[in-house]
């Protein structure tokens, strides 16, 4: 069967059409920098060579009309030719795992939106309009929350009354989850260990970012929360702010709770500290060229992540692999050098030879960048977060064909 999966980020959209259950790639694209001045759109068919456009791409619903028109013309798929499509939820509410699209999904994701503002609503607008235009596909919702239900309540659960655990279930749910399980299983297969051996540190580090601990297979922390800001500084999110400001911070500037949102969600981050950009290219070359708001955003990101990774060890007991992966993971030598700066006492050193080692190395999609004196394993793995997708739209698919004795 066909699948389209979608990955819809804050600043991007990813997607890719899969044969399962050979899990073969017949087509894929991705647009990136949608919102900016030109967004970058890559496009290939399977084992052809790729295409590149530049293009103004306001938002996602422009991103999603690119898609589908790029598919017809270049795929040469009519969109009744796809058997299932995998659109990526940031907060599935209630659905914790993936979940064929019905209206009570669809009223879930509607609740979930104020935790989620920058993704779900561009979410379900596309979900929406691809359920319009592909009538006879089967729709599933895959949550980016799955693989963080496994995080015991110790880790999960806020300083706060009891009741908005027990009743409204205010809990940290985590996102990447998708990102997460796949360079994990990734990491196992090369360093050839069980993935229920290992102990793993996955660093995923992009617009949007997250560090996870992993422990046999499982994730048992996560550095988001809830909404999609707590945690590490992101290209426009605050990560962890202290509670307490935000109160101040509304009645000195006369804010709505909105417009903090608005604030903590779009105006922050590597952005806000920066005056320059949300993307860290953007960022290196304004330091390089000496700018200090752009060196204190730079240096201030880095030890957000060092200072989780650390946390993450301590939770863990030790790291048998560390993982960067996301758009700066994978690109910024210098994120990650600087990140690892200092910490071979604890058990990290790199091969900064191997470090800066450019795009050759995406033939594999590794990169080893451990030196020899080097106890716990690093590495750079290009995530495949639409894999994971396929995987668990395929297996809705199964089972709802058997309940219902039907193929879609």
Known sequence: MKILVINTGSSSLKYHLFRMPEEIVLFEGRIDGIGLEAAKHQYRV???????????????????????????????????????????????????????????????????????????????????????????????????????????????????PF???????????????????????????????????????????????????????????TTMGMSALEGLIMG???????????????????????????????????????????????????VENGDERAGLAFRVFCHKVKRYIGAMLMVLGGCDVLVFTGGIGENSPLVRSKVLDGTSEVGFVVDEDMNVLGRPWRGEGILDITASASPSKILVIETFEELIMARQCAHVMRCSSMNDGSHN
């Open 46 to 160: 399977l084992n052809r060579e790729g295409a590149s456009d530049r293009l103004t791409i306001p938002d996602q619903m422009s991103a999603l009309s690119v898609m589908l028109e790029t598919l017809g013309k270049s795929a040469q798929t009519r969109l009744h030719e796809i058997d299932g499509a995998a659109h990526r939820v940031g907060h599935g509410g209630f659905y914790r795992q993936a979940a064929r699209i019905t209206p009570d999904v669809m009223e879930e994701l509607a609740k979930m939106v104020p935790f989620v503002p920058l993704h779900l609503p561009a979410m379900i607008r596309e979900i929406e309009l691809c359920m319009e235009l592909m009538p006879t596909t089967t729709h599933v919702a895959v949550n980016d929350a799955w693989f963080h239900e496994t995080i015991p309540d110790e880790a999960i659960v806020y300083g706060l």
């Open 236 to 286: 426009t999110r605050s990560g962890d702010v202290d509670p307490g400001l935000i109160p101040v911070i509304m009645k000195q500037e006369g804010l709505s709770p909105d417009q903090m949102l608005e604030m903590l969600y779009s105006r922050s981050g590597l952005v806000g500290l920066s005056g320059i950009s949300r993307n860290m290219q953007d960022i290196e070359r304004a």
């Open 163 to 221: 009741e908005y655990f027990s009743i409204k279930h205010y809990k940290r749910v985590g996102y990447h989850g998708f990102s997460h399980a796949y360079v994990a299983e990734r990491a196992a297969q090369y360093v050839g260990r069980p993935l229920e051996d290992l102990r793993i540190i996955s660093c995923h580090l992009g617009n949007g970012a997250s560090i996870c601990a992993i422990s046999q297979g499982r994730s048992v922390d």
